[in-house]
């Protein structure tokens, strides 16, 4: 997209500075083709950036805004108003596109209203068509962009997150750990693993085993708001969050090995208890798959030593 604007505007100012005499929009169009080739360079290397997709709106409205005022009308320049807001919500999505769409309308009527000869009847007549066509295209744009949105956040659900009990999946632990995490020198791992839970599903059956897994997520949410949590197995969750020091992830980890001792879920008229045994590490520059690997050693010491138990490697002071 950058090297088509940027080549169109290229070859429209050439031909506005060469026939036209529009110094300004010459100099603009020139501007703008510089930053497409910069825009376009910079996303060869980098992941583009929100900044550059609002310089590029703003700057090829300035554009147009100018064209209109100063190009003659016959020139037809006022018809790339007609695109913009296309450009907005596909570059900036719905709350930009509403706010720019509208700003664009009122500035080009100003612009325009200078410009139609206002008694004539044919003007009002060109100029309420053109009101129509383009709030027509800002409609559409609106609601194409508003039902690609959601469709994209679902998709993004349907791939992220786990289906049964609404937490993370692998998947999306990965990207978080990867991608979204930045800071990892405080970061601490918890994998946690119901105890006997074979057992609730052979006793109560699969559905129940199923409502267990929701309450349960739902309590490692609320009990582990600071930090996130992903199911990573049939009945295995593992926690990521930054903590100040050991000794309070260890205090977090104690927390929820203590709310799911004292969570009692109700089914089929029957009270079932749970117990969790917790693996927790911390994060030493090693790769995901080696902190899961060390976070599985210390789960498997608590399934050991007797289960409903915390363990860890990391030495506390003190
Ligand atoms: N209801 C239900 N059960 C599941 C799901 N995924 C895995 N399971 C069951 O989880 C159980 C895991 O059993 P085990 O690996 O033996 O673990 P456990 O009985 O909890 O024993 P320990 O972990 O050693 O304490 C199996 O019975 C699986 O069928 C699920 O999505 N829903």
Known sequence: MCICFGFLSLVF?????????????????????????YIFKHSQKHYPKRWHAIIMCLAISLIVLCGTYLAPLKNGLFLWTFILPILYYLLLGRRYGLILSSALLFLQLMVLSQKLPHSSFSAFNIGLNLLFVYISIWAISHVFEGNRADFSKRLKN??????LTGAGNRLSMNQYFEVELRDK????????????????????????????????ATLLRVTFAKGYVFRVGGEEFSLMSNFDSPQAALAIAEKLRLAIQNK??????ETIKL?????????????????????????????????NEVCTDILVHG
Not at 22 to 37: D, I
Not at 264 to 269: L, T
């Open 264 to 269: 009692h879920i109700i089914a089929n008229g």
């Open 158 to 163: 349907l791939a992220l997150l786990d289906p």
């Open 13 to 37: 100012a050439v031909f506005n500075l060469s026939v036209n005499n529009l110094h300004l929009v010459g100099g603009l169009e020139v501007g703008f083709s510089l930053l497409c080739l």
């Open 275 to 307: 117990t969790a045994s917790i693996g927790v590490v911390q994060y030493q520059q090693q790769s995901l798959s080696e902190l899961i690997d060390l976070a599985d050693k210390q789960l498997y010491k608590a399934k050991e030593t007797g289960r």
């Open 185 to 216: 020198s405080q970061l601490y791992l918890f994998l946690l693993d119901l105890d006997y839970f074979k057992q609730i599903n052979d006793q109560y059956g699969h559905e129940v085993g199923d409502k267990v897994l929701v309450e349960l």
